[in-house]
């Protein structure tokens, strides 16, 4: 069974310093792995996925994560964070189904980090 | 741009009443997912569809809840009778999901949310 642990409820930065969120994960399988954001009031949004192709991850708004199968890590950095990325951030796995099932498609979510930005 | 839409988007009703929710997914997706986001518990699960079929709808509470995809373009979510703890924000997610060997793929686009508030 694959399960995803981020390690940090809240982090809290200043305008400018790097951010780091930090997310484990669980997995019989190599999984595939998702960061979701969702500012306040709003749906969730894709921030990048893990595909295999690469084990370090570009996604939208300058955001990056790095696949570690030796640590079983896939935390999200950036390097330089902007008030604008205060929201609520979700690391996700999924489920690799065997063939015939018909779960496939669902997806595990973390807890969830609430980053806030100071200026 | 292709988006998922939710109708209501807030909701405020006395306990006992009836509610439903609707989501249209985006176009061409073949899979709908209905998730109920509180404080207290998170994202959960409640109910998704691929090609208009129920494939998992464990995650409700069954006595007062339903969900259906009478077409394509359409999915409701209903509570019959609603009570203050059915109080959260009801999101509707859609994707493409063509089988369970290429889970990097099974990313889900979410609507806005309908936010319900039941007094």
């Known amino acids: 069974a694959q399960s995803v642990t981020q390690l940090d409820s809240h982090v809290s930065v200043s305008e400018g310093t790097p951010v780091l969120l930090r997310c484990n994960y669980s997995?019989?399988?190599?999984?595939?792995l998702f960061w979701y954001v969702q500012h306040p009031n709003k749906g969730l949004q894709l921030l990048l996925k893990?595909?295999?192709?690469?084990?370090l991850v570009k996604g939208i708004n300058g955001f990056e994560a790095e696949f570690k199968k030796s640590e079983t890590s896939f935390h999200l950095t950036k390097p330089s964070a902007h008030m604008s990325d205060a929201a609520e951030y979700f690391c996700?796995?999924?489920?690799?189904?065997?063939?015939?099932?018909?779960?496939?498609?669902?997806?595990?979510f973390g807890q969830g980090t609430i980053l806030t930005v100071h200026p | 741009d292709a988006r998922v839409t939710q109708t209501p988007r807030h909701k405020v009703t006395e306990m006992g009443q009836e509610v439903t929710m609707r989501c249209q997914p985006i176009l061409g997706h073949n899979t709908v997912f209905w998730y109920r986001q509180t404080m207290m518990q998170g994202l959960e699960l409640l109910a998704y569809f691929r090609n208009r079929a129920p494939l998992d709808d464990s995650g409700m509470p069954k006595d007062r809840f339903s969900a259906e995809m009478p077409d394509a373009t359409l999915a409701t979510l209903k509570i019959q009778p609603s009570e203050p703890r059915d109080s959260a924000v009801y999101f509707c997610?859609?994707?493409?999901?063509?089988?369970?060997?290429?889970?990097?793929?099974?990313?889900?686009?979410f609507g806005p949310g309908t936010r319900l508030t039941v007094t």
């Open positions: 997995s019989s399988y190599s999984p595939s």
């Open positions: 997610a859609s994707g493409l999901v063509l089988g369970p060997t290429a889970p990097q793929y099974h990313e889900q686009y």
């Open positions: 996700v796995v999924i489920p690799l189904s065997r063939a015939g099932g018909t779960s496939y498609g669902k997806l595990t």
């Open positions: 893990y595909t295999s192709a690469a084990t």
